[in-house]
Nanobody, 115 residues
Framework: QVELVESGGGLVQPGGSLRLSCAVS????????MGWYRQAPGKQRELVAA???????NYADSVKGRFTISRDNAKNTVYLQMNSLKPEDTAVYYC?????????WGQGTQVTVSS
């Protein structure tokens, strides 16, 4: 069983920054398509940023230019650098790993942007 563990969430003021981390167990990390999703109260879970299996990146329009996804295959970790945070970025952020038909999710980490 693959385990994904997110960290780095918290409370931040508008305009601030946070970096989320997602550590992935197992030996196939470099093969996974990795992504970050978020779910705000009363809303559906949405894609924030992702690596495709081909290595390209996708971003939601709402975070382009502010968020950056990166990965360190040597550490089995994917990151989400979030800058210029806005109150509307408040949500639970989830890490996602996919390989062929297999999909894994982390437990989520809360990000709250408020003054």
């Amino acid at each position: 069983q693959v385990e994904l563990v997110e960290s780095g969430g918290g409370l931040v003021q508008p305009g601030g920054s946070l970096r989320l981390s997602c550590a992935v167990s197992g030996s196939r990390f470099s093969m996974y398509a990795m992504g970050w999703y978020r779910q705000a109260p009363g809303k559906q879970r949405e894609l924030v940023a992702a690596f495709t299996s081909g290595g390209t990146t996708n971003y939601a329009d709402s975070v382009k230019g502010r968020f950056t996804i990166s990965r360190d295959n040597a550490k089995n970790t994917v990151y989400l650098q979030m800058n210029s945070l806005k109150p509307e970025d408040t949500a639970v952020y989830y890490c996602n790993a996919g390989w062929r038909t297999l999909v894994y999710w982390g437990q989520g980490t809360q990000v709250t942007v408020s003054s």
